[in-house]
């Protein structure tokens, strides 16, 4: 019998963390991974870790001195 107040999560396929990453990085920065030079090894690591897409989009942008799109003041 199946337990309804259970729920159970699906892994995230890898394209789809990448995608949202991408929308991320867009999002903070005006630049994707490919344009921030961003390899697959690495991102694959981040979503195995746990990491949530924005949040390796933050840290990845403080690691390498990228700057907010809010902090251009246009």
Known sequence: MK???M???EPVPFIDYWDVLDDAMLQFFGIDTW????EA?????????GDAPEDFALWF????GLILISQWGW
């Open 61 to 64: 942008g403080q690691k390498y």
């Open 41 to 49: 090894d690495l991102i694959a690591a981040a979503q195995e870790e």
């Open 7 to 9: 729920t159970t999560t």
């Open 3 to 5: 337990n309804d107040s």
């Open 35 to 38: 344009d921030a030079g961003i």
